[in-house]
């Protein structure tokens, strides 16, 4: 209940607060537009993206029972953004970039292929070394070459490709309408309900995979699920925000600090409860901190997101030695 009046109280903060005061404008007409034409879509796309990056993290963690996994270190995202890259370039080549509907189709499943397929490379590593360091290390490659890639694409794109190309990458949540977001909010509610019918699988992977299967959960079923809905989830908010950092990682582990408890209903509860309310306060420090311009989100999330990562991997080094 404490974290749905949060997210209440964050969704009213980021439609209040902004670059411009609502309330200094006497026209309602402007009002109005400021409010419902850009602030609503702005902070509904927050909210649901922090929810589903956030959910994303929490069952790569649970998948591969590491606290370091999540859709940006281990270069999900940037599998999408590669080919998101692509698919922006074959629209304005093909001369289809002018139909909306066509070309947010082709862009938005552009980007859930390339999120499948390196979260498929990173469970086939994950199933052939157990260890937890090979598999980031693997994703933390894996980003990087993409990464390159991707660097490489913009390098011989158009210009105004290559700015729109930048200014993606910097993760925003202020480019969706409600065009966009009639596509963003059922998919996204539909595989969070998948996502709590995969409780008790995942409480009994805590463990290990042969205490699961002794429990008749369907291991293998319960991996393909993870990895479609990691990929959907991931591909959707890339599409239409960019890359956001650190959110997927880092939430996770806020509410399992937060919240001391085991149970994946609460935890996928919790996540993502917790990741609308980090991403809306995240939204709303980008609009305050200056009225001239708007500052990236991924900064933001970089600066919350990367102490909460570093205490973590301190005080598992510690413990270690």
């Not at 995942?202 to 990895?227: S, W």
Request: glycine content about 8%.
């Amino acid at each position: 209940m404490l974290l749905g009046v949060l997210v209440a109280l964050a969704f009213a903060c980021d439609l209040v607060f902004g670059s411009v005061n609502l309330f200094s404008f006497k026209d309602s007409v402007m009002q109005h537009t400021i409010l419902f034409d850009i602030r609503l879509p702005k902070a509904l796309t927050s909210l649901f993206a922090g929810s589903a990056l956030a959910l994303c993290g929490l069952l790569m963690q649970s998948l591969f029972r590491n606290p370091l996994a999540g859709p940006y270190v281990l270069g999900i995202s940037s599998g999408a953004s590669l080919f998101v890259s692509i698919a922006i370039i074959a629209l304005n080549l093909a001369g289809l970039s002018s139909f909306y509907y066509l070309g947010k189709s082709l862009i938005t499943l552009s980007s859930i292929g390339g999120a499948l397929v390196v979260t498929a490379v990173i469970t086939y590593v994950a199933n052939r070394s157990r260890n937890n360091i090979t598999v980031l290390l693997v994703g933390i490659m894996l980003a990087q070459i993409l990464g390159a890639l991707q660097g490489l694409i913009e390098f011989i794109a158009s210009a105004e490709s290559l700015k729109s190309f930048v200014v993606w990458s910097m993760g925003s949540v202020g480019n969706t309408s409600f065009k966009d977001l009639w596509l963003i909010m059922p998919l996204c509610l539909a595989v969070f309900a998948v996502a709590f019918t995969m409780a008790r699988p995942l409480n009994a992977l805590l463990l290990n995979e042969q205490y699961a299967r002794n429990l008749g959960v369907n291991v293998d079923k319960t991996r393909i699920r993870i990895i479609l809905v990691t990929a959907i989830l991931t591909g959707v908010i890339t599409a239409f925000c960019g890359p956001i950092a650190f959110v997927g990682i880092s939430v996770p582990i806020m509410c399992r600090l937060l919240f001391k408890t085991p149970n994946h209903l609460h935890q996928i509860t919790y996540c993502i409860l917790m990741g609308a309310v980090v991403l809306l306060g995240c939204d709303v420090i980008t609009q305050v901190i200056s009225s001239a311009f708007t500052v990236p989100i991924n900064t933001i999330t970089t600066i919350v997101g990367s102490p909460i990562v570093i205490w973590l991997i301190f005080k598992t080094r510690f413990a270690q030695s």
